[in-house]
């Protein structure tokens, strides 16, 4: 059973590019989280999702970021016109809609991109 | 303080030691997870205690979680160099919804 999935595990992009990172939850998982970690820092929510639904975006900067979980395919998160501010390791977690996992909000993280911003 | 915050902020000891981290919340919880992150890595989750749990075991890992106190340790017997790394506690805020992870005790177990 693989665990989550992120690609690319890194990324470097020049001022003003747009940065896509790509996650795919585990087998079974319909919640997908995003959460960033600035260097010698905890990581920082940034949204949740849920298939075709944003549940919770209240971390997750109004300008330039988006995040999208299509009913097929993996969860998206888009980063348009980078800034060197944006560098940094980008996690994503899944876990499962329901039962013990959902009630004690079991998340598990993938490996993680981490993002630079030339 | 902020939710999920870890004491000390950085650990050295010699292989073979305990080692303890400390963690302290601000709101009420249904549970409070330990994660372990190498440097430049993901993170792996360690151990899951509820709210009505005092003490938890696995392996060589015991974690403990007052209520009252709204703190959590973490304490790794028996240290090994492989146990170098960083150590976050994390806070569900609603079922469903985020983890609130404190900044990390970063620990170095010197062989």
């Known amino acids: 059973n693989a665990g989550v999935m992120q690609n690319p595990r890194h990324l470097v992009r020049r001022r003003g590019q747009e940065a896509r990172l790509r996650c795919s939850p585990m087998k079974g998982h319909s919640h997908v989280y995003w959460y960033r970690q600035l260097p010698e820092e905890g990581l920082k929510f940034m949204v949740y999702?849920?298939?075709?639904?944003?549940?919770?975006e209240s971390g997750m900067p109004k300008e330039r970021f988006s995040a999208e979980f299509p009913k097929e395919g993996p969860s998206i998160l888009r980063i348009q016109q980078v800034v060197r501010g944006d560098s940094a390791a980008y996690f994503c977690?899944?876990?499962?809609?329901?039962?013990?996992?959902?009630?004690?909000?079991?998340?598990?993280f993938g490996p993680g991109t981490r993002l630079t911003v030339l | 303080s902020q939710q999920g915050e870890e004491d000390p902020q950085a650990l050295s000891i010699q292989e073979g030691e305990n080692a303890t981290m400390n963690c302290s919340y601000k709101t009420s919880i249904n549970n409070l997870q330990w994660y372990r992150q190498n440097s430049g890595r993901g993170l792996v989750h360690l151990i899951l205690i509820r709210s009505n749990e005092r003490e938890k075991h696995s392996g060589r890992l015991r974690v403990t979680l007052d209520t009252s106190k709204k703190s959590s340790s973490l304490l790794i017997t028996a240290s090994r160099a492989a146990d170098t790394a960083s150590y976050f506690c994390?806070?569900?805020?609603?079922?469903?919804?985020?983890?609130?992870f404190g900044e990390g005790t970063q620990l170095t177990v010197n062989p």
């Open positions: 994390a806070t569900p805020e609603t079922s469903g919804s985020r983890l609130t």
């Open positions: 999702l849920q298939k075709e639904n944003i549940i919770d």
């Open positions: 977690a899944s876990s499962h809609g329901s039962g013990r996992a959902a009630a004690y909000n079991e998340q598990f």
